[in-house]
């Protein structure tokens, strides 16, 4: 099951326009080219279809000059690590279980797909590709556990059937410039849950 199968609603398209609009008041886009979106825009079926319409635009209200976000590791070392990302990510758990942890990338557009089983991320130590990432996010029958440290903003643009998301401890007046995690996709008869941790503590060698 990929997520960006899922058919798009009005809502995930009106958040699109919005985009599209602040990069033509940016100067990002032509008044051809943005309306060359729009007619793309109103053209689209499924969450995937919208992807590669603001593929070469950087996040809402972030500049396109943006560096990868070391959550607890250092910038030389992030950038070592985002050198190896591909754009995007697809973790999948089907009646099983997924986990990321540690040092590890976060895709500008990550997929995590949940059916009959669990996904853990552990975001405390990980690097994000750039300030702002999106997790797609299609939970059905099943739980999705994320953990980040203090500071940073989550977005939560879910939409639960028979289902929900929490938001424990995640501080929703964070600063705006904070590196940013948005949830975006569909929780059914399943539950994502976010929470707030501090980093672990380094053992002494």
Known sequence: MEPDHIRASDADRDRVADRLREALAEGRLTPEEHSER???????????????????????GV??????????????????IAAGGQGRENIIAVFGGADRKGRWLV???????????????????????????????????GGLDIIVPPGVRVINSTTAIFG????????????????TIRLTGTCLFGGIDVRVKKPKKKKAR
Do not use: W
Request: charged content about 20%.
């Open 107 to 141: 895709e500008p557009h990550t997929n995590a797909s949940v059916l009959f089983g669990g996904i853990d991320l552990d975001l405390r130590e990980a690097v994000l590709s750039r300030r702002e990432v999106v997790i797609q996010c299609a939970v059905i029958f």
């Open 38 to 60: 729009i007619d793309a825009l109103y053209r689209s079926k499924t969450l995937g279809d919208l992807v590669p319409i603001t593929a070469d635009l950087p996040a809402a």
């Open 164 to 179: 929900g998301t929490s938001m424990n401890g995640v501080d929703t007046m964070t600063d705006p410039n904070s590196p």
């Open 63 to 80: 500049p396109s000059t943006d560096e990868p976000t070391g959550l607890s590791v250092s910038s030389e070392e992030a950038h070592r």
